[in-house]
């Protein structure tokens, strides 16, 4: 049974940071292209980071993010990160990490698993 448990969310001021995780297990992690998303109230799911399963992990930004988020993976813990900083209070949502075999996409309906999501709240 696939499980993907994300942790790290919480409250934080304007300019702050915080580190999402998200645990993999039930898969070969290190096949599995990584994203995360966020959907905040009243908006559809966005896009907000991937990673490739390979060695290069490349990465993927959406727009919004670009230069404050950074995605990672440890694929010896079965562990995506969301290194994110400079946050700003439109970044309040909740976020979600997925798994998908094959290559990282931006839409999520081609994404395979999911976790439960975790709060992230950005105050001014």
């Known amino acids: 049974q696939v499980q993907l448990v994300e942790s790290g969310g919480g409250l934080v001021q304007a300019g702050g940071s915080l580190r999402l995780s998200c645990a993999a297990s039930g898969l070969t992690f290190s096949v599995y292209a990584m994203g995360w998303f966020r959907q905040a109230p009243g908006k559809e799911r966005e896009f907000v980071a991937q990673i490739r399963w390979s060695s290069s992990s490349s990465t993927y930004y959406a727009d919004s993010v670009k230069g404050r988020f950074t995605i990672s993976r440890d694929n010896a813990k079965n562990t995506v990160y969301l290194q994110m900083n400079s946050l700003k209070p439109e970044d309040t949502a909740v976020y979600y990490c997925?798994?998908?075999?094959?290559?990282?996409?931006?839409?999520?309906?081609?994404?395979?698993?999911w976790g439960q999501g975790t709060q992230v709240t950005v105050s001014s």
């Open positions: 997925a798994a998908r075999r094959g290559s990282p996409v931006t839409t999520g309906y081609e994404y395979n698993y």
